[in-house]
């Protein structure tokens, strides 16, 4: 999707962020994946990423100042897969704690209801990416004990008895304390449904990619989180590429369902793309893609991204930051996951 198709769409905040990445772009002297491989190749890779590394630190304090100067103590953060969440909301904490703020977060994965309670998809599996898969009311009631300055008990969900549990810890928010929440559905009014809109700070994280393969062409977001995801899963979670390939169609369409239309509630969009990252990505990619069986389902996507990627000339990962957050596919990264 390019920004005419966005702007078509009435998606006016996600035209925004591409139109200030496109200004980055400019603003480092790149266009086009040639430009992108010119700078390697000439040696000038490292400097860089040190403009684009330092570029996006920027756009991660000007979240943290939103925060501060809207007086909200609850952030809800959303964005599709591997789009860098987790990442973000580590560095947007450190931002906050550097302008004298007390970041505080709790797991939505602790607020899953019983197992006997889940709702079923159309294939009788557990569903456990729909709105109904969450304890709604336990989550609004402690929620506003927190910000009211109340001690709560959190729940812990323990995914092999498919039970909600007691006896987690517990937290009390002082007035300098901000909570952070990272889930899905968080720009979704429906989990939230107890408190009041402008006592909530919403951000969207993606990887708004606006590098182009040439004069015409754009590199895919979702190819580029595609990728991303790859690398991941094998490096963590010891999937093959053939794998992720596989469960991705179904990974999209809850994104679809449960991300996208609510993307336009946030308060602001972080931009989790970095220019130079495909060309980082590439040495891991292209191993796992090339193991992909010809005679296989997901060989022709596998294909078509291995001959995306190959456009890139490679950049190694010794060069990348372990503050990056191309450190969260990578590997090597100086926070705690």
Same mark, same amino acid.
């Given at each position: 999707?390019?920004?005419?198709?966005?702007?078509?769409?009435?998606?006016?905040?996600?035209?925004?962020?591409?139109?200030?990445?496109?200004?980055?772009?400019?603003?480092?002297?790149?266009?086009?994946?040639?430009?992108?491989?010119?700078?390697?190749?000439?040696?000038?890779?490292?400097?860089?990423?040190?403009?684009?590394?330092?570029?996006?630190?920027?756009?991660?304090?000007?979240?943290?100042?939103?925060?501060?100067?809207?007086?909200?103590?609850?952030?809800?953060?959303?964005?599709?897969?591997?789009?860098?969440?987790?990442?973000?909301?580590?560095?947007?904490?450190?931002?906050?704690?550097?302008?004298?703020?007390?970041?505080?977060?709790?797991?939505?994965?602790?607020?899953?209801?019983?197992?006997?309670?889940?709702?079923?998809?159309?294939?009788?599996?557990?569903?456990?990416?729909? #709105?109904?898969?969450?304890?709604?009311? %336990?989550? /609004?009631?402690? $929620?506003?004990? !927190?910000?009211?300055?109340? @001690?709560?008990?959190?729940?812990?969900?323990?995914?092999?008895?498919?039970?909600?549990?007691?006896?987690?810890?517990?937290?009390?928010?002082?007035?300098?304390?901000?909570?952070?929440?990272?889930?899905?559905?968080?720009?979704?009014?429906?989990?939230?449904?107890?408190?009041?809109?402008?006592?909530?700070?919403?951000?969207?994280?993606?990887?708004?990619?606006?590098?182009?393969?040439?004069?015409?062409?754009?590199?895919?977001?979702?190819?580029?989180?595609?990728?991303?995801?790859?690398?991941?899963?094998?490096?963590?979670?010891?999937?093959?590429?053939?794998?992720?390939?596989?469960?991705?169609?179904?990974?999209?369409?809850?994104?679809?369902?449960?991300?996208?239309?609510?993307?336009?509630?946030?308060?602001?969009?972080?931009?989790?793309? #970095?220019?130079?990252?495909?060309?980082? %990505?590439? /040495?891991?990619? $292209?191993?796992? !893609?090339?193991?992909?069986? @010809?005679?296989?389902?997901?060989?022709?996507?596998?294909?078509?991204?291995?001959?995306?990627?190959?456009?890139?000339?490679?950049?190694?990962?010794?060069?990348?930051?372990?503050?990056?957050?191309?450190?969260?596919?990578?590997?090597?990264?100086?926070?705690?996951?």
């Amino acid at each position: 999707m390019n920004v005419a198709e966005i702007s078509k769409a009435g998606q006016e905040k996600l035209k925004a962020c591409f139109l200030e990445d496109q200004h980055l772009m400019k603003v480092v002297g790149l266009r086009t994946v040639t430009d992108l491989n010119r700078a390697i190749l000439a040696g000038h890779i490292t400097e860089l990423i040190n403009v684009v590394e330092a570029l996006q630190e920027r756009k991660v304090a000007s979240v943290a100042d939103s925060i501060k100067a809207g007086g909200q103590r609850l952030v809800l953060l959303a964005g599709p897969s591997s789009s860098g969440k987790t990442t973000s909301s580590k560095r947007i904490a450190i931002q906050l704690a550097a302008i004298g703020l007390r970041p505080r977060t709790i797991s939505m994965d602790d607020y899953f209801v019983d197992r006997v309670r889940t709702p079923k998809d159309e294939n009788g599996e557990y569903d456990y990416e729909c #709105l109904q898969a969450l304890d709604v009311p %336990l989550f /609004n009631k402690q $929620l506003l004990a !927190l910000m009211g300055g109340d @001690e709560v008990e959190l729940p812990v969900y323990d995914f092999k008895s498919g039970k909600s549990m007691r006896g987690g810890k517990k937290m009390r928010m002082d007035k300098n304390d901000v909570l952070i929440v990272e889930g899905i559905h968080a720009l979704n009014p429906d989990l939230t449904p107890e408190i009041e809109r402008e006592r909530k700070f919403q951000l969207y994280v993606s990887a708004l990619t606006t590098i182009q393969l040439d004069d015409k062409r754009y590199v895919s977001t979702t190819d580029n989180r595609l990728v991303r995801r790859i690398v991941r899963d094998h490096k963590y979670r010891n999937y093959s590429a053939q794998d992720t390939i596989r469960r991705w169609p179904s990974v999209r369409a809850g994104e679809e369902k449960w991300i996208f239309p609510f993307q336009e509630n946030c308060d602001m969009m972080l931009n989790s793309a #970095l220019i130079y990252e495909l060309a980082v %990505l590439r /040495n891991h990619v $292209l191993p796992m !893609l090339e193991e992909v069986p @010809e005679d296989s389902p997901e060989y022709a996507e596998a294909d078509r991204i291995h001959d995306l990627v190959s456009f890139f000339q490679p950049i190694t990962d010794r060069q990348i930051p372990y503050t990056s957050l191309l450190r969260e596919f990578l590997g090597g990264s100086s926070f705690h996951y």
